[in-house]
Each structure stands twice: as structure tokens, then as C-alpha cells.
DNA sequence: TTGCTGTTATATATAAGATATAACAAATAC
DNA sequence: GTATTTGTTATATCTTATATATAACAGCAA
């Protein structure tokens, strides 16, 4: 689990921490199945308290990328709600277009963007 | 000035303001030159306090969506600033699509969802 | 003067975020 | 059996962010 948090952030620890579980299932160094570290042992990695990792774990539960098992701890299990995905990235990207449009970035460019960073998780994809 | 706030939203009230804001600039219901309601206007329609909509324009001013003049107050002045824009877009990108990725949406549901997106704040330019 | 700007200061109340310590039931390893 | 590890829950504390309230200030306009 290579996880990085940023201390300077004005993003919270267990929201960065959701975030970056969430790129590595995208990007296919986290799979189905895969169990993650105990909040207790991944709070000492990181060198933050227990009960932020739990929160962050519950987080991720609640919004269906994690399962868990009394025997094994948390495990990946992403359940694949393509409806209110769609309409949660809708919303997201109303407001980060209008930022990009008053900036004069180009519909191209935002395509453009977009191809890469899919490129990326799928390369990472093909790997496995 | 049509502003909608979610006040049961997790989502800070001048947050919203900032973004709504944005949008409005966006959509070119709000152009470069254009004077916002003073902050004690705003925040008597909105039935919200002053310095919530004080801060709201303190962030726009330092995003740089706005400048203060001692005369006429607020008012619209967007510097474009693409590069730092376009940085900033693929930071939050990077995140969204993470989340529709796990979800099976495709390289094309998001590039659809952005043309809509563009299209609507076009087409919203283009009635001015 | 009167009234309107944004701005600043101070104070207060509530909520969110993070930490600390402790305990619990369930499962595993010995 | 014991010991350890799992997520989970409960308390408590501290800090910061958010929002409100009241008040005052300098700059500008009618």
C-alpha cells in the first residue's frame, strides 16, 4: 500500500485517504478481493490515528468500494452502481467545466485530459 | 441574482456561493464588468449573514473571478489564467474518474457528459 | 450630511476533523 | 484452553472550520 497524504492540505486525511484507495482500484494495484491493511497496522504506516483509517474505511464501505469480513478485515469489493455514478460525476463536472471555461480551456483540451487519465488506468489495467 | 443554497448540504454555504457563482460566469449570466449585490444585499436575500457572502467574495477575488472597487464594489473581472487552470481541472479529474472507472462507465459516457455540459454553457453564451 | 461600498475586529456557538485511551465480540493461531 | 488480531463502539479532548452577531472604519456618491 503505497499511500500518500499530504498534511498541508485543506483536504481531510480520511477523504485523501478514500481518494487514493480509490485511484489504486482504477488503477488495478487494488483488485476484487484484495484485502486491505488493518486500520490499526495502516495507521501506524502512515503515522496517523486508528480511527481515521476506520472512518475512511467506513466511508468507502458506505459508498460500495469496500466489504468486510470478520475473518479477513476489509477487502475490495467494488459494486458497480453505474446510475448514480453517472449522475455524481455530472455534478462534479458541471462545476469544474465552468471553472475550465472561464479559463478558455477548450472542449478539446478537457477531451484531451480526460483520454489521458483513462489511459493511464487502463495501461495500469493491462498490466495485471 | 439566482442563487440556491442547500442548507442541508455537507457542502459549505460559501462554498456553494463561490461555485454557483462560477457557474453563473460560465453560463454568461454574469459578464466581465458586471457588478455583484453588495455583501449585505446578498446575504439579506439569501437569508444568510454578511461575512458568509464577505468570504464567498474574498475567495473569488483570490481565484481570481473578481475584483473590489471602492466605488461600485464586486464586480465580475476574470483573469485568464489557463495554465494553472487546467492543472488544477486534472487534479479533480484524476479523482471523478477514478470513481466512474470503478464503475464501468467509458471513456465515452464521460466525453458525452462533457460535450453536454459545454454545450449548455455555449449555448447559454450565445444568447447574450 | 446621509447612505452606501468593502473591510476589519471581536466575540460566540456549532460542527467537523483528528487524536487518545479503552473496551468489546468474533475469528485466528498457538 | 490462551493469546492475538480483526472491525467496531464508546468517551473524552483538542484544534480548526463554519456561521452568526454586533460594531466600527475609510472611501466614495448623491
Redo the contacts with the bound molecule.
Keep these: 500500500m503505497y499511500i500518500e497524504i499530504d498534511f498541508n492540505s485543506?483536504?481531510?486525511?480520511?477523504?485523501?485517504l478514500c481518494d487514493q484507495i480509490i485511484m489504486g482500484i482504477a488503477a488495478a494495484r487494488l483488485n476484487d478481493g484484495d484485502p486491505?491493511?488493518?486500520?490499526?497496522?495502516l495507521?501506524n504506516d502512515i503515522?496517523?490515528?486508528?480511527?481515521?483509517v476506520?472512518?475512511a474505511?467506513?466511508v468507502l464501505?458506505q459508498q460500495g468500494y469496500v466489504k468486510?469480513d470478520?475473518?479477513?478485515?476489509?477487502v475490495i469489493s467494488v459494486d458497480p452502481d453505474k446510475a448514480i455514478a453517472l449522475e455524481e460525476l455530472g455534478e462534479s463536472l458541471r462545476v469544474d467545466i465552468a471553472r475550465a471555461f472561464c479559463r478558455n480551456i477548450s472542449r478539446e483540451d478537457v477531451h484531451k485530459l480526460v483520454d489521458r487519465i483513462f489511459d493511464d488506468y487502463a495501461s495500469d489495467h493491462s498490466k495485471e
Tied chains: 1, 2.
Design positions: 485543506d483536504e481531510a486525511i480520511y477523504s485523501q486491505l491493511p488493518s486500520v490499526r497496522q495507521a503515522g496517523i490515528n486508528m480511527h481515521t476506520n472512518k474505511y467506513t464501505r468486510v470478520r475473518r479477513r478485515g476489509a
